[in-house]
């Protein structure tokens, strides 16, 4: 006799449902249960059977004669390019929209205003006023204006204790929304200082008290990674944090605010916040990319062409070809680059490749959100990256950024790769490839930080921690700043380093100095190998 199968929880039967829609699919996934079973268990968890979405024709027609393309319609539903061809068959919708092939032929130039006939069908909005006016529920916000809004997620980082001695003294007992927050104190001295041990037990008895979830601790990695793996964030969401870098979260869509801690820790009580809404920038990014360029490379392009034209206190909505076809993991680090700049927020529209990177991560259910076709942008950029080069930056202004080549033979002592802004699985490969059957200068020391525990279960996985090693690299636990900190801490004078990671994480007398600098993963790989900074295009195929 069989064993009898034990019934999935609710939230298991809602992602399987999700992923699987039929109980004859659910069963079989589960292992060759009757499909009759899969529905007494839905009953039992009052989950109702699966039904595909019902649109009506006037909804369908009203998105064709907006947009004339099947994807972008599909986007705002929802649901795939074919399945929403598939209603516009149904319903008989077959021409393209004659009032659209005009409007095609007009250019949309920052602060115009479209003509009385479109007046009905665009709005004016751009995808960082659309979230505001949700997370404010008003129906439409403008530039400059000042509402409340509820975060749909906070994630807090280092600063956690800080927000909870705060969130103390403002005399509330309980948190407004626990199930909303996300901690993960990832940089909490590594000395054994005893001030910080006391910190942690305090903030782990306060997220016990308060029935917070979504708790990491050092061991999962940096609270941004983390967070987006951990599906955390969707399209279309508010979120804050007291970490410039947050801004990452963009790569999925969810525009991310940085606050302070007294901020954050009144949000906490009061569960509203006043923030301004901010102008947007929009920045396409298009042409084809060169031996040796990748994203971090055209995320410092990015950074020197914005800074030039004062973007700082506006949100960055990045587009074109170049951003369409990066992968999630290109993406955080692009959106990443708002923080060099002081702009408000960073974000990638949603397109497919959110949707699949987020099928079966997430249990949130989310409407996607795009830019009205008319959105009015403070400025609008097209960049081409054909000519460019692999970039480094030699300090903490945008205007020094350059290529490569003209700092290479600069002495290196120390490479850090890695942590939240290219510490990875794809970031990994990539100094992989370059640094296999290869040794690590005996002059360079090579650190590797892998993003999250997870990251660096895949690198195990797929054999690149046996490279690493191999080379003479050293590989560190998953994702505290402070591990970059202390390696690159107590350099003599006259040493530097090359590392992929931000500002944030070097010592103020480094920078000072000019002993540190930023690069891509391929080129602190390549630099590795011969102790100077290395243009890392002969080292890649």
Known sequence: MSAKKKM?????????????????????????VPAYLVAYWRRKKNIPKYSLPKFSENEIRNLWERY????????ELGISKAAFYNWRRR???????????????????????????????????TVAQKVFARASGEEKVEVGQTVEVEP???????????????????????????????????????????????????VREFVKRQGIRAMYDLREGGVNQVAVERGHLV?????????????SFGSLGSLSRPVDVDCLAEMWARGRISLTVPPTVYAAVSGRRGRGVYARDIALFLVKKLAESGAHDTTLELAGS???????????????????????????????????????????????????????YQQMFQLSIDQLLPQLAPGPDPKDIRPVQESEGVTISRVVLGYCCNGRFDDLRIAAEILKGNRVHADCQLFILPASRSVYLEALKKGLIRIFVESGAVVLPPGSEQYIKAVVSGLAEG??????????????????????????????AASALSASITDPSRFVR
């Open 495 to 524: 040493e530097k380093v090359l590392s992929t990671g931000g500002w944030d994480s070097a010592p103020d007398a480094l920078i000072e100095r000019g002993d540190y600098f930023m690069c891509s993963p391929a080129t602190a």
């Open 8 to 32: 999935p929880t609710k939230t298991e039967l809602l992602q399987l449902q999700k992923l699987y829609k039929t109980d004859e699919k659910i069963g079989e996934r589960l292992g060759g």
């Open 235 to 247: 399209p279309g969401t508010l979120a804050l944090s007291t970490d410039s870098e947050a801004v």
């Open 68 to 75: 004339g393309d099947d994807e972008k319609c599909g986007l």
């Open 152 to 202: 749909d997620v906070v994630v807090v980082n280092g600063d956690v204790a800080r927000v909870v001695s705060k969130f103390r003294q403002a005399g509330v007992e309980y948190v407004w929304n626990s199930g909303k927050i996300v901690l993960a104190p990832d940089e909490f001295s590594i000395d054994g200082d005893c001030s910080d041990c006391a910190d942690m037990a305090s």
């Open 322 to 376: 170049v951003v369409s076809q990066m992968s999630i993991s290109e993406r955080f680090t692009l959106a990443g680059c708002s923080s060099a700049i002081d702009a408000a927020g960073a974000l990638c529209p949603y397109d497919a490749t959110i949707r699949r990177y987020l099928t079966g991560r997430t249990m949130v259910n989310y409407k996607p959100i795009l830019p009205d076709k008319d959105a009015e």
């Open 91 to 125: 319903y008989g919708i077959r021409e393209k929209p004659a009032f659209l092939k005009l409007e095609q032929l007009e250019f949309n130039f920052p602060g115009s205003r479209p003509s009385i006939h479109t007046a009905t069908l665009y709005g004016k909005q």
